[in-house]
């Protein structure tokens, strides 16, 4: 093959257009760069070969973070939906998450044309083989067609296209998701270039005719009445009301049967499958050995789009033969006539371990170049797209000579992600949980905007006219927040009433509106009952503020202190160049894990698996002092 340079150079490359490429391409152009956007191919952009929905518990949070940063995720998904939930709607605000189904064809259409229109961005059909690297800085791409592409920066995003092989029963092949091209060259590249890959494992069920299904026997999933949206810029009133219900089945006892009776056919347990699989998205083979005492499965039967028969069968991931997937999926109520239109597969991929990377998604082997989304260890279009934006933005940045876009972990989610996946690394494709934020009740639903948007401002991601509306909401949050702590409730008749209505003693004396608030029954409408509506009308997104920031005051208050904490140690920089062999007394593990990671501050370095607290004292002191101090003086620093 002859290579020839193409006489277009650019400021930044992005390699595969899934949904972290889409937004890490749509950051770098949007941020005045000029960005070449290269996928296997155009009819995949922002494809979705699983799930067809985008949200839910922790990853909704993450959508909304992409929204407020000014990525696109959000919008695309508020003008694609055909139904929307919020969840968890009956536990408190740090849990709650939206989640939509998605019209899939759609989403794909629109977000493609997002990116064809976007003025800084070339969005063009081709295969990266090679990457272009000189004296350890990365300067471009070469495609399988011979093209070399140069740009300053390069983010990488090929997804589970990288050396991708589907496996249903005992057919295997090369291929990247529902059965597009696999880049297979791109990843020896790595290889030589010193960069060590691991092999994951995900998978997809079958999709089945909805025709031939019986919803009588499943029970109804509507979407809300109440209008919601994850962008902050979608108009309430464009509010889908004709949404498509998604429907609820469960396995039982003879599917449970038919699993058993064919594991010897079943590639996760003949050997066939070699790549980690999820934790929290088994297999429905995987499901029915671990829990075995489980008499039956709950899944999920979604709509893929208005104007296609596919329903995605949720919770039903498989790898099975394909006769034996259509002997499980009669067994179930509702689908024993279930005409199978798509077979379900794994699919095993290659991934770059994470620890290689820097807090910017930076690989710290060859400079300049970035990776993102499932390429490193994730599972899910929100995780991916969460990277991808980070990677964009800090590519621009990297050509722009500023400095780089790091979140922190008491900042969003995708701050706790991305802290996770280059401290700890990952042994399975790894997915956020509202239980891995340590500052969940502030990293939540309803205060993205409030958390990012000046950050998204500042990088030129958000307009003044979006940045001034933040802007006038503190201000009406902060104003309603003073009225209520200046306000007192008399008890007269009405407040007593309340009160006797909601099992809880009379007022004697007069309260503070917001101490008044605090109480479990209490809501802020029911204090505007009491004391009136302010001067100016409060729009919902405040009041919900309010409330939440006066409910939880406690709980808030502890986590600031915490994060206080947390600063000062993130202020703590370890040097560059930090000889850890040097420092004595370190355990074993620890000085193992040290050298691997390179953490940047003494946060980091607490974070990581296998250092204890002894061994970050003595860092500590060696980092302060410049010399290995005795026990007795280590431990007086710390007391210090």
Not at 161 to 166: A, E, N, P, W
Not at 343 to 371: C, F, H, M, R, S
Request: aromatic residues 6%; proline residues 5%; hydrophobic residues 35%.
């Amino acid at each position: 093959m002859r290579e020839y340079d193409v006489q277009e150079h650019y400021d930044v490359i992005v390699v595969g257009a899934g949904h972290a490429g889409c937004e890490a391409a749509l950051a770098a152009a949007r941020m005045g760069q000029k960005t070449l956007l290269l996928t296997i191919n155009l009819d995949m952009v922002a494809f979705m070969p699983c799930n067809p929905s985008i949200g839910g518990p922790a990853k909704g949070i993450v959508v909304r973070e992409i929204d407020a940063l000014g990525g696109q995720m959000g919008r695309n998904i508020d003008a694609t939906y055909i139904q929307m939930r919020m969840l968890n709607t009956g536990k408190g605000p740090a849990v709650r998450a939206l989640r939509a189904q998605a019209d899939k064809n759609e989403y794909h259409r629109v977000m493609k044309a997002t990116l064809e229109q976007e003025p800084n961005l070339t969005l063009r059909q081709g295969l990266a083989d090679k990457l272009i690297v000189e004296n350890g800085v990365c300067q471009g791409v070469i495609t399988n067609t011979g093209a070399r592409y140069h740009a300053q920066a390069v983010v990488l995003t090929a997804g589970t296209s990288s050396r991708g092989k589907i496996i249903i029963g005992e057919l295997m092949y090369s291929s990247g998701p529902n059965n597009s091209l696999p880049s297979i060259k791109l990843s020896e590249d790595l290889e030589r270039r010193g960069l060590k890959l691991q092999r994951f494992k995900t998978g997809t069920p079958p999709r089945v005719n909805k025709d031939s299904l019986d919803f009588t026997q499943m029970q109804e999933q509507p979407g809300d009445d109440t209008p919601r949206a994850f962008s902050y810029e979608t108009n309430p009133q464009d509010y889908l009301q004709e949404q498509i219900s998604c429907w609820m089945t469960y396995t039982n006892e003879n599917t449970h049967q038919i699993i058993r009776d064919n594991l010897d056919r079943a590639p996760m347990f003949s050997g066939i499958i070699k790549g980690v699989g999820p934790r929290y998205c088994p297999s429905i083979e995987d499901k029915v050995v671990r829990f075995a005492d489980k008499p039956r499965h709950q899944l999920f039967i979604e709509p893929e789009g208005k104007d296609t028969q596919e329903y995605y069968v949720g919770d039903f991931s498989t790898s099975m033969p394909e006769e034996i997937q259509q002997k499980m999926l009669h067994s179930v109520a509702g689908l024993e006539h279930a005409q199978m239109m798509r077979p379900g597969y794994a699919i095993e991929y290659d991934i770059v371990e994470p620890w290689q990377l820097k807090q910017t998604l930076e690989t710290k082997k060859i400079k300049n170049l970035y990776t993102a989304g499932q390429m490193n260890g994730t599972s899910g279009y929100e995780e991916a797209a969460g990277q991808g934006i980070i990677a964009g933005i800090n590519a621009a940045l990297r050509v722009q000579n500023k400095a780089p876009f790091i979140l922190k972990r008491n900042e969003a989610y995708i701050g706790v992600m991305i802290d996770d996946l280059v401290t700890k690394g990952t042994n399975e494709p790894y997915r956020l949980l509202t239980s891995r934020a340590e500052y969940r009740l502030i990293l939540r639903h309803d205060n993205a905007d409030l958390r990012l948007t000046e950050k998204g401002h500042e990088l030129g991601l958000i307009s003044d006219e979006r940045f001034a509306k933040l802007q006038q909401k503190q201000q009406q949050i902060a104003a309603e927040m003073q009225r209520l702590a200046t306000t007192r409730i008399k008890p007269n008749q009405q407040v007593n009433e309340f009160l006797a209505q909601q099992q809880m003693p009379a007022l004697q004396d007069g309260v503070i509106a917001a101490d008044f608030l605090k109480r479990p029954q209490v809501h802020y409408q029911d204090i505007i009952n009491f004391i009136g509506p302010a001067a100016t009308p409060v729009p919902d997104a405040v009041s919900e503020q309010v409330e939440i920031s006066i409910k939880y005051a406690g709980y808030i208050k502890k986590e600031e202190a915490q994060i206080a904490h947390l600063k000062k140690l993130e202020a703590k920089k370890i040097p560059d160049n930090i000889d850890y062999d040097a420092i004595s007394g370190l355990a074993t593990e620890a000085l193992q894990k040290l050298k691997k990671i390179n953490p940047t501050t003494i946060a980091q370095a607490e974070r990581i698996s296998g250092v204890n607290p002894a061994d970050i004292s003595i860092l500590m002191v060696y980092i302060q002092r410049g010399r290995i101090a005795k026990v007795s003086d280590q431990t007086q620093k710390v007391n210090d």
